[in-house]
C-alpha cells in the first residue's frame, strides 16, 4: 500500500536545469583552459629544451671544403656532441623562401653555415667555439639559440599564466553562479526549508539536503563537460594529425594521462564546489532565523 | 503509546515572562505578556483576525525570537539554548498550520512521516504507526495521494495527523477544524484531549470558533491590542489552573 519514501526535495525543476547548462558549459570551458595551459607549457619546455644546445656557427669567406674542417675542428670542442657543415642544397633550401627556386647568383658571397649541437651540461660552449675558431684563423659567428629562446619561452610563460588566470576566473565564476543559484533554489523552496526547521530539523540535516542535491548536479554537469572538452581536443589532434606537414610550428597535440586526470579531476572539483557552496548559502542562510 | 513519567510534568511547561514582539521598525504586535501554560494543560487562544494570534505561535513554536523578553519551553529559556538544542525542543512541538504547509511533492503518508524522519527514524520503525494515524483520521485509503489531489478537510487532517504522529508535548494548533464537517472536527478534538489526557501534552488551539470554545471547559486567552487577557477582560496571572477538558466532552 506505501510507496517509496521520496526525497526531502522536490525532483529538480528548470532552473536547475539551466544551472546544469551553466556549470557543464564553466566546466567545459575550464577543462579546455586547463589543458590549454598544460600543452602549451609542455610544447614550451619540449621546444626550448631542444633549441637550447643548439648553435648556428656563420663562416664568412670560406668554401664547402674550409666549412667542412671548421666543423671537424668544432666536433673535437669539450662538450660538443655534433658539428655538421649545411650543404649547398640545405643553404639553398634556407634562402629559397626569399630568393625563390632559380639559385643564388654565383658571385654572391654567402656564408658557409654549420649546426653543432651541445651536451646538455656544456658550460660557455658559445664562447669557447668562436675562440677555437678564431684561434684557427676563420672569420665566424657563432649563434646561441638558446638567447631567442628565452625570449620565446618568456613568452610562452606568460601565456601559460594568462591560461591558469583564465582555469582560476572559470572556477571562481563556476562557484559564485552555483551559490547564487543555490540561494535562488533555497529561496524558491523556502516553504520546504521552514517546514523542515520547525519540524525540528538540525541546520546540518537541512544543508545535507541541499548539500547532496548540489554535488550530484556538480558532479554529472562537471562530467558533460570534460567529456565535451576530450571530444573537443580528440577532434584538434585528428585535425592537427590530418595536417601535420604544414602545422609543424604549431604544437604537438596529445593526450597524456596527466591530461585525463585534469578531465577527472573537474567534474570533481565542479561536484565539490557545488557542494561547499551550496553548504555555506544554506548555513548562511538558516542562521538568519531563529 | 508512551507511559506518563513524572519528570514530564517537572519540565513540559511553557513561560513567556514579559514577552514583546515587534518586526524590523513596525509598532509592536505584542506588548510584555506573561504566560504560563502548565504541564498538561488544554487552553485556548482567541482574538480578532490581526490582533498577532499567529505571532505569539510562532513565539511559542520557536520560529520567531521575542524582541524583549524570555521564552521558556520544558523549563528552559530559549534565549541563549544553542541551535542544535532549540532544534531538539522544536522536536517536542507539534504545529497545526492553518494553511497547512504540507509539501506537495510528498504523499499523504510522506508527509505524516515527515517529522519521523527528522528524527532520525527508519521507516521500519514508524511505517505502521504512520498507516494506522492516517486511517485513523479517515484518510487510510489515500496514503499515496499528493496533497493537490486531496480536499481542505483532507490535507487539514493530513497536517494535524502530520503534528502529532511524533507525540509532542506541546500541540499548537491554528484553526484545526476549520475546514471539516462537525462530526470529523469532535473527532479530531478527541484526539487532542487523547493526546492531553494520555500523554500530558500541553494543547494550544488558536480558533474563530465560539461554539467550539463554549462547549469545552478550558482556558480561554484573549488576544486583543497586544495585550493577552482573560475573557473577563482581566490580564493572564502568571499561573493558570490545570483542567481537565475531557470532563466536557460532548
Known amino acids: 500500500m506505501k ?20 556549470v557543464g ?7 579546455l583552459a586547463a589543458l590549454s ?16 644546445g643548439e648553435f648556428t656557427v656563420s663562416l664568412s669567406g670560406a668554401d664547402a671544403t674550409a666549412a667542412d674542417a671548421a666543423a671537424r675542428l668544432l666536433s673535437q670542442v669539450e662538450g660538443v656532441r655534433e658539428a655538421r657543415a649545411f650543404s649547398d642544397a640545405e643553404i639553398n633550401a634556407l634562402l629559397e623562401p626569399n630568393f625563390g627556386q632559380s639559385g643564388l647568383p654565383a658571385d654572391l658571397p654567402v656564408p658557409r653555415l654549420i649546426a653543432v649541437t651541445g651536451e646538455a651540461d656544456a658550460d660557455d660552449l658559445g664562447p669557447r667555439l668562436s675562440k677555437t675558431l678564431h684561434e684557427a684563423g676563420y672569420q665566424a659567428a657563432v649563434d646561441a639559440h638558446a638567447e631567442w629562446a628565452g625570449d620565446v619561452r618568456r613568452m610562452l610563460s606568460v601565456s601559460r599564466l594568462v591560461a591558469l588566470s583564465i582555469v582560476a576566473l572559470l572556477s571562481a565564476t563556476a562557484i559564485a553562479v552555483i551559490a547564487f543559484a543555490t540561494h535562488a533554489a533555497l529561496l524558491a523552496r523556502r516553504d520546504i526549508v521552514d517546514v523542515l526547521h520547525i519540524a525540528g530539523a538540525r541546520d546540518r540535516f537541512i544543508a545535507g539536503l541541499f548539500e547532496r542535491r548540489f554535488w550530484l548536479l556538480g558532479l554529472r554537469a562537471g562530467t558533460v563537460g570534460a567529456l565535451v572538452a576530450l571530444a573537443s581536443v580528440a577532434v584538434l589532434i585528428a585535425a592537427g594529425r590530418s595536417g601535420a606537414e604544414r602545422t609543424g610550428l604549431l604544437p604537438q597535440l596529445s593526450l597524456d594521462f596527466w591530461d585525463l586526470a585534469v578531465l577527472v579531476v573537474t567534474p570533481v572539483i565542479a561536484g565539490l564546489a557545488a557542494r561547499i557552496a551550496a553548504s555555506i548559502t544554506v548555513m548562511r542562510s538558516l542562521k538568519s532565523v531563529m | 503509546m508512551t507511559q506518563l513519567r513524572p519528570d514530564m510534568f517537572e519540565e513540559a511547561a511553557v513561560r513567556l515572562d514579559g514577552v514583546s514582539l515587534r518586526y524590523d521598525s513596525s509598532e509592536e504586535i505584542l506588548s510584555g505578556i506573561d504566560l504560563v501554560l502548565k504541564p498538561g494543560s488544554f487552553s485556548f487562544l482567541t482574538g480578532a483576525s490581526g490582533a498577532g494570534k499567529s505571532s505569539l505561535l510562532k513565539l511559542l513554536y520557536l520560529a520567531q525570537p521575542p524582541s524583549r523578553g524570555e521564552v521558556s519551553l520544558f523549563g528552559r529559556p530559549t534565549s541563549r539554548l544553542p541551535r542544535d538544542q532549540l532544534s531538539a525542543l522544536r522536536r517536542r512541538v507539534g504545529v497545526v498550520f492553518q494553511e497547512f504547509r504540507l509539501l506537495g511533492h510528498l504523499t499523504a503518508y510522506e508527509n505524516v512521516a515527515l517529522p519521523l524522519r527528522v528524527m532520525g527514524r527508519k521507516e521500519s520503525q514508524y511505517r505502521r504507526d504512520v498507516e494506522e494515524l492516517l486511517a485513523w483520521v479517515g484518510l487510510g485509503e489515500r496514503l499515496n495521494k499528493r496533497p493537490e489531489t486531496l480536499s481542505g478537510g483532507e490535507q487539514q487532517r493530513v497536517a494535524i495527523a502530520r503534528a502529532v504522529v511524533t507525540q509532542p508535548n506541546l500541540l499548537i494548533a491554528d484553526e484545526p477544524t476549520g475546514n471539516v464537517d462537525p462530526d470529523m472536527a469532535a473527532r479530531l478534538m478527541r484526539l487532542f484531549f487523547e493526546l492531553n ?16 470554545i463554549r462547549q469545552i471547559d478550558a482556558p480561554v486567552y484573549r488576544l486583543a491590542d497586544g495585550l493577552l487577557v482573560q ?9 493558570r489552573r490545570r483542567t481537565d477538558p475531557l470532563k466536557a466532552m460532548p
Open chain 1, 3 to 22: 510507496a517509496r519514501e521520496s526525497s526531502l526535495l522536490p525532483l529538480e525543476d528548470a532552473r536547475e536545469a539551466a544551472l546544469f547548462f551553466v
Open chain 1, 25 to 31: 558549459a564553466l566546466c567545459f570551458l575550464a577543462a
Open chain 1, 37 to 52: 595551459a598544460k600543452s602549451t607549457y609542455g610544447a614550451a619546455r619540449a621546444w626550448t629544451a631542444e633549441v637550447e
Open chain 2, 197 to 212: 489526557k494520555r500523554l500530558g501534552t500541553i494543547v494550544v488551539i488558536a480558533t474563530h470558533d465560539l461554539g467550539l
Open chain 2, 231 to 239: 475573557e473577563s477582560g482581566e490580564k493572564i496571572p502568571a499561573a
